[in-house]
């Protein structure tokens, strides 16, 4: 099936060059690829380009300070809040976190959740506020009570 030609606008200032729309397309094809297929074809540039090599590195791995030699993972998952943060921005207020548990309320919000319903603990991700932490008795969709420094998750290092 052929796909119908862009609409184009009339009071678009210069018209977009090949170059620019075909940067738009891949722009668009990188935002809607899994991230399985971009970290393959990350692999792949690295493999094929000593440039794009060398720029991996530089923006994926930082110097762990201790030898210069070795490097580390500049971006890591954090073991407290569970989010992805930069080791070169990891400051003291960094993260705010939770360190017990989500409980679910079942006296209120899943007071007629049914077994027809699943598992409550599967409800986690999709409403947090259905739980209340053990730690602080807040919403599970409210900011942490603990404040401090991002935690690599354990095993994730790696040495080059
Ligand atoms: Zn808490
Ligand atoms: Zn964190």
Known sequence: MPTSPLPTTTTTPSKPTQ???QAHILSTAIQSASLTRLQTVLQ?????????YNLAC????VS???????STHRYEICAQCKQEYDVTQNCSDACQW???????????????????????????????EGF??????????????EVNVHLPGVGKKMRM
């Open 19 to 21: 170059h620019a729309a």
């Open 98 to 128: 939770h360190p017990g548990v989500m409980e679910p309320d079942m006296d209120e919000f899943f007071a007629d959740h049914g077994p027809e319903h699943g598992p409550v603990e599967d409800y986690r991700d999709e409403m947090p």
């Open 64 to 70: 762990s300070g201790k030898r210069k030699r070795e």
């Open 44 to 52: 792949e540039i690295c493999l094929e380009s000593p440039e794009a």
């Open 132 to 145: 209340v932490w053990d730690c602080c008795d807040a919403r599970g969709d409210e900011e942490g009570c």
């Open 58 to 61: 530089q923006k994926l791995l």
